[in-house]
């Protein structure tokens, strides 16, 4: 991953006032897979069904009975979301994905709930 600066920057360049996501929403997925990692004990690619099951608990533990209005806010309301941001910063060279990620891993994930 790059650093901390040259991931802001990035994001910066590829997000404007009509992007549906804000800058706090991507750092929250890089903190989720960061967690997530941690919980499966990976240093490398976390499936999307993991990053899933982390979701839910990361947000809970970050945020407590405000995570889904958190999360709402920063345009974050279903795991498609969630999968668009991985796959954007894929396309921007802020995470390595391997091939066999599916956006469809995502939609399956079922309902986003808290």
Not at 48 to 58: G, H, P, T
Not at 59 to 81: C, I, N, Q, T, Y
């Amino acid at each position: 991953m790059k650093s901390r600066s040259a991931f802001l920057e990035i994001l910066a360049q590829n997000i404007g006032d009509k992007h549906p996501y804000s800058i706090e929403a991507y750092n929250f997925v890089i903190m989720t897979l960061a967690f997530a990692r941690k919980k499966i004990g990976s240093a490398g690619d976390v499936p999307a069904s993991e990053f899933v099951k982390a979701l839910a608990d990361y947000a809970e533990r970050e945020f407590g009975p405000m995570a889904k209005k958190v999360l709402e806010h920063w345009g974050l309301k279903s795991f498609k979301d969630f999968g668009e941001i991985v796959f954007n910063m894929s396309e921007w060279g802020l995470l390595e994905m391997s091939g066999n990620d599916k956006m469809e891993e995502f939609l399956e994930a079922g309902e986003f709930k808290f």
